[in-house]
């Protein structure tokens, strides 16, 4: 592993939780931090990458030497990740909410004697998943990560193939396990050769090592 084995590579990575308005002063969020995804940015800088950033709304400062584009919304994030493109490896560390509120209201909802608001939905897109399936400017490397409760690595395995993406980043968030919002990770890697269980670590020593496989991928 050289000192700057990723010089001249351009990747993209998303982090962070997404804020979904249900009204001008209120919104659905996650308790996502941004700390695995900020953590892999910067080993990938470290690795000699032009980084681009894109994050939600994160309660870790971005990595310095990015170049950080700040997003609220999953809609936001998909323009802000397609006018990103073409890079050679995109990495998906964001928790994208799934839903957005189709009925925000622009004005701020009142407390009223007629009754509850009823929120109603629409389906976010799916970034990671839109990317891994292009066909012209699909970058060579696509990563997503995978948040499991249970049967994780069956759960990634399934997870990789919807998608069509060539590696995910399987963790364990249950909250017994302190991962999500906490500074250690276990992680399991899918790649095309199957399922390899890392030891618990640090998230910036997984995030050297990701950096590291990534490297030797782009080769
Ligand atoms: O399907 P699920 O949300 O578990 O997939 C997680 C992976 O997909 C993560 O890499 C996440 O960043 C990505 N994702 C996305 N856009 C969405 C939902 C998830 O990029 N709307």
Known sequence: FGPKPLA????????????????PVRYIANRSSGAQGTALARALIAAGARVTFVTGPADVAPPSG???VAVQTAQQMHD???????ADAAVFAAAVA????????????????DG??????AENP???????????TRPALVV????????VEAH??????????????????????????????????????????????????VATRLAERIGNRLV
Do not use: Y
């Not at 957005?100 to 004697?113: E, F, G, I, T, Y």
């Not at 799916?126 to 012209?136: K, R, S």
């Not at 998608?163 to 992680?187: Q, Y």
């Open 126 to 136: 799916d970034i990671l998943a839109g990317v891994a399936q292009m066909t012209d």
């Open 66 to 68: 990015a170049d950080v």
């Open 156 to 205: 990634a395995t399934a997870k990789r193939a919807r998608k069509g993406c060539d590696w995910i980043v399987a963790n364990d968030v249950s909250p017994e396990t302190g991962i999500m919002g906490g500074s250690e990770n276990a992680v399991i890697l899918i790649t095309e050769d199957g399922a390899e269980t890392w030891p618990r670590m640090s998230k910036q020593d």
């Open 144 to 151: 997503g990560f995978a948040a499991e409760t249970d049967d």
């Open 8 to 23: 001249g590579k351009h990747v993209l990575v998303t982090s962070g939780p997404t804020h979904e308005p249900i009204d």
């Open 116 to 121: 509850l608001p009823v929120l109603e939905f």
């Open 80 to 86: 802000a990740v397609h006018a990103a493109l073409p």
């Open 98 to 113: 799934d839903w957005r509120v189709s009925s925000a209201s622009d004005r701020k909802l009142k407390k009223s004697k």
